[in-house]
């Protein structure tokens, strides 16, 4: 049961956020009203949400997810890879410095970034990605098992991140795309198969019973209601234009 999450309004810089999409530049005040959207959608979960100001000097700022793993026992301070995001930590440790008494922080040489790290109950699989390095997946890996967890690392040769193409939609199931519907690093689960042409849609947030969705992958949301998945489908298409999906969007704990 999660009952808090934390949120950053994006700022007007936004709209210099990094990407490698083709889907052209956000437009800031429908990014604004779907930030709305989205926090509304985690409080129908139970939420207490947390808004922190927007940060015009970090355009990705409003990524939150990529700079802090939250688990049930400590919180880690990431280091993104991003030369344009990595002052971003900074602002995040006092914040979780309220909510957490044991804090670690990845440590140069490492990167690693939020968004590539996938938690299943006490396992946490970590994406090595073009964000997040060996030197950073080793690190939070014996973090973990010194707090009584686990973590193992997965390749990620497409999209930004390991979230980017599956996540976790029930007990024992994954939504996955592209490289990962049959990775061997998930074979023990059940993988609900997400079509090419809707691959943006693979990125899920489970919460409480709930399971947020992107708008606009109607396939995937049929697959989804016929495992009597209850839900919510929240429109981001000002963050994919950025490369960002829902989990990006926020911390949950
Ligand atoms: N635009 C999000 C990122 O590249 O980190």
Redesign the pocket.
């Known amino acids: 049961m999660f009952t808090k999450a934390i949120v950053r309004t994006p700022g007007c810089s936004l709209t210099s956020?990094?990407?490698a999409s083709k889907l052209g530049t956000p437009v800031y005040q429908k990014a604004l009203e779907q930030h709305r959207q989205y926090i509304a959608a985690l409080e129908r979960c139970s939420l207490d949400v947390l808004i922190l100001e927007a940060d015009e000097a970090f355009p990705?700022s409003t990524?939150v997810e990529?700079v802090a793993i939250v688990t049930p026992k400590c919180a880690i301070i990431t280091r993104p890879a991003?030369a344009s995001?990595r002052g971003e930590t900074a602002a995040m440790l006092p914040v979780l410095e309220d909510f957490y008494s044991y804090i670690e922080k990845i440590q140069p040489p490492g990167t690693l970034?939020g968004g590539d790290v996938m938690q299943v109950d006490q396992h946490f699989y970590i994406g090595l990605s073009s964000r997040t390095n060996r030197a950073g997946a080793d690190q939070l890996i014996e973090i973990l098992q010194r707090y009584g967890m686990t973590g193992s690392t997965v390749p990620v040769t497409e999209g930004?991140h390991l979230k980017t193409g599956v996540t976790q939609v029930a007990e024992n199931t994954l939504l996955a795309a592209g490289e990962f519907i049959a990775s061997p690093n998930f074979s023990d689960f059940r993988i609900l198969p997400v079509p090419e042409e809707a691959n943006g849609g693979a990125n899920c947030i489970r919460i409480n019973g709930k399971l947020l969705l992107s708008a606009g992958f109607p396939e995937v949301s049929r697959q989804l209601v016929d495992q009597g998945a209850e839900l919510i489908e929240v429109d981001i298409s000002e963050y994919a234009k950025?490369?960002?999906g829902l989990t990006c969007l926020s911390l949950r704990f």
């Open positions: 956020g990094l990407t990705d990524f990529d991003a995001r970034d930004l950025l490369d960002g």
